[in-house]
């Protein structure tokens, strides 16, 4: 009996526990300084957005909790900018009006809460912090009848724009992504799961977690699962055992046009770029050459299209402008599993193999699809 009141205790207070992902300390830091400088950025523009400071509105609480989702969060349903924005506004549009109809706080205060969860739930702006917007709004009585509807556009909805447009330069510069992605159905390799946004978004609401996960990023993890698994199949092999080794180089100092030659004698659709020595440089893709020379206006006039291969100062372009240099890389030892996301969630067909810093080597898609059923045909069960 005593054991058995142990164990049912340790699952309360295991159910009362951190029940998400730990953040890494540099993910950590990365969330807040972002909220540092996104409020910073509110404050700065409420200064100059024609608000009233004397009444002490300057910024309010909820934009801190507004930080916390777009900063810490901006991959969450309820961070994007539209449930942001919209979310606070009608929020604070229905707290003011119920602060201007209601005179006793108990009523008041829980009105407006309920007022502006309704008004978010109507708008599909369902935004947490629009709550704490509202609320403010009940326990400012005085403040509401001085600024009236006014405060639903500034500071609430100026502030919130801000904070927004700032969050999404910040993810860019940070190297995340924001606004979070939307469904595609002919996107990266990850996605393509044979499953459409419809069927996606029913699986969502039959779970009930419409507002913790998008349709893309649902997409995004089952495809990851799916490679997973087929990395369990492909175990033990590690890139050194699929990868390409006659490899066709260039060199930095090699022309746009020497490049496309190249391509079009090999029919590859990357070359990596190498020093004499080997030292690995970067890779240039066919689609680098293509942008060069895209553009109405360039595809109408020859000289133009020319120009396009030429620097500022009229020398010639070569592989050292045009490569990428910040595409995945894998050791020779990195098991198929690491490469497979590489290949999968990116944009590059192709994942340079190095020796410290000497290319050894290229993984592309069909070298680990040919390692794959090679795998299948030789194993077709699964442990």
Same mark, same amino acid.
């Given at each position: 009996?005593?054991?058995?009141?142990?164990?049912?205790?340790?699952?309360?207070?295991?159910?009362?526990?951190?029940?998400?992902?730990?953040?890494?300390?540099?993910?950590?830091?990365?969330?807040?300084?972002?909220?540092?400088?996104?409020?910073?950025?509110?404050?700065?523009?409420?200064?100059?957005?024609?608000?009233?400071?004397?009444?002490?509105?300057?910024?309010?609480?909820?934009?801190?909790?507004?930080?916390?989702?777009?900063?810490?969060?901006?991959?969450?349903?309820?961070?994007?900018?539209?449930?942001?924005?919209?979310?606070?506004?009608?929020?604070?549009?229905?707290?003011?009006?119920?602060?201007?109809?209601?005179?006793?706080?108990?009523?008041?205060?829980?009105?407006?809460?309920?007022?502006?969860?309704?008004?978010?739930?109507?708008?599909?702006?369902?935004?947490?912090?629009?709550?704490?917007?509202?609320?403010?709004?009940?326990?400012?009585?005085?403040?509401?009848?001085?600024?009236?509807?006014?405060?639903?556009?500034?500071?609430?909805?100026?502030?919130?724009?801000?904070?927004?447009?700032?969050?999404?330069?910040?993810?860019?510069?940070?190297?995340?992504?924001?606004?979070?992605?939307?469904?595609?159905?002919?996107?990266?390799?990850?996605?393509?799961?044979?499953?459409?946004?419809?069927?996606?978004?029913?699986?969502?609401?039959?779970?009930?977690?419409?507002?913790?996960?998008?349709?893309?990023?649902?997409?995004?993890?089952?495809?990851?699962?799916?490679?997973?698994?087929?990395?369990?199949?492909?175990?033990? +092999?590690? /890139?050194? &055992? %699929? =990868?390409?080794?006659? *490899?066709?180089?260039?060199? #930095? @100092? $090699?022309?746009? !046009?020497?490049?496309?030659?190249?391509?079009?004698?090999?029919?590859?659709?990357?070359?990596?770029?190498?020093?004499?020595?080997?030292?690995?440089?970067?890779?240039?893709?066919?689609?680098?050459?293509?942008?060069?020379?895209?553009?109405?206006?360039?595809?109408?006039?020859?000289?133009?299209?020319?120009?396009?291969?030429?620097?500022?100062?009229?020398?010639? +372009?070569? /592989?050292? &402008? %045009? =490569?990428?240099?910040? *595409?995945?890389?894998?050791? #020779? @030892? $990195?098991?198929? !599993?690491?490469?497979?996301?590489?290949?999968?969630?990116?944009?590059?067909?192709?994942?340079?193999?190095?020796?410290?810093?000497?290319?050894?080597?290229?993984?592309?898609?069909?070298?680990?699809?040919?390692?794959?059923?090679?795998?299948?045909?030789?194993?077709?069960?699964?442990?």
């Amino acid at each position: 009996m005593a054991a058995r009141m142990a164990d049912r205790l340790r699952d309360v207070l295991q159910a009362w526990g951190p029940s998400g992902a730990s953040m890494s300390p540099r993910e950590a830091a990365r969330a807040g300084v972002g909220s540092a400088l996104g409020l910073g950025l509110v404050g700065l523009v409420l200064a100059t957005s024609g608000v009233d400071l004397t009444t002490g509105l300057f910024l309010i609480a909820p934009f801190g909790a507004s930080a916390v989702l777009l900063f810490a969060a901006p991959n969450s349903p309820l961070a994007q900018p539209w449930p942001a924005v919209v979310g606070n506004t009608v929020s604070a549009f229905a707290g003011v009006a119920v602060t201007l109809l209601v005179s006793p706080s108990q009523l008041r205060v829980p009105l407006a809460v309920g007022a502006a969860v309704l008004a978010m739930v109507l708008c599909r702006a369902v935004h947490p912090p629009g709550g704490a917007v509202a609320m403010t709004a009940g326990l400012s009585p005085d403040l509401v009848h001085a600024l009236g509807f006014r405060f639903a556009l500034a500071p609430v909805a100026v502030g919130t724009i801000a904070l927004v447009a700032l969050a999404a330069v910040y993810a860019r510069l940070t190297g995340r992504r924001y606004p979070a992605r939307r469904f595609d159905d002919e996107s990266s390799a990850t996605a393509r799961i044979g499953l459409d946004e419809a069927e996606l978004t029913d699986i969502l609401d039959r779970y009930s977690q419409s507002l913790n996960l998008g349709v893309a990023d649902l997409a995004r993890l089952i495809g990851a699962a799916e490679l997973q698994v087929a990395g369990h199949r492909a175990d033990p +092999l590690v /890139a050194g &055992d %699929v =990868m390409s080794r006659d *490899l066709v180089t260039v060199g #930095p @100092d $090699a022309t746009l !046009t020497e490049l496309a030659q190249m391509f079009d004698t090999h029919r590859f659709t990357s070359l990596p770029v190498v020093t004499r020595g080997g030292r690995f440089l970067g890779v240039v893709f066919q689609i680098h050459l293509v942008s060069r020379l895209r553009g109405g206006a360039a595809r109408r006039d020859p000289d133009r299209r020319f120009g396009r291969l030429l620097r500022r100062d009229g020398s010639v +372009l070569t /592989a050292a &402008d %045009v =490569m990428d240099t910040t *595409l995945p890389i894998a050791s #020779p @030892d $990195a098991p198929v !599993t690491a490469v497979l996301p590489m290949l999968a969630g990116s944009d590059c067909d192709a994942v340079p193999v190095l020796d410290g810093d000497l290319l050894v080597g290229i993984v592309t898609q069909t070298d680990l699809i040919a390692a794959l059923a090679r795998q299948t045909l030789a194993d077709p069960l699964v442990d």
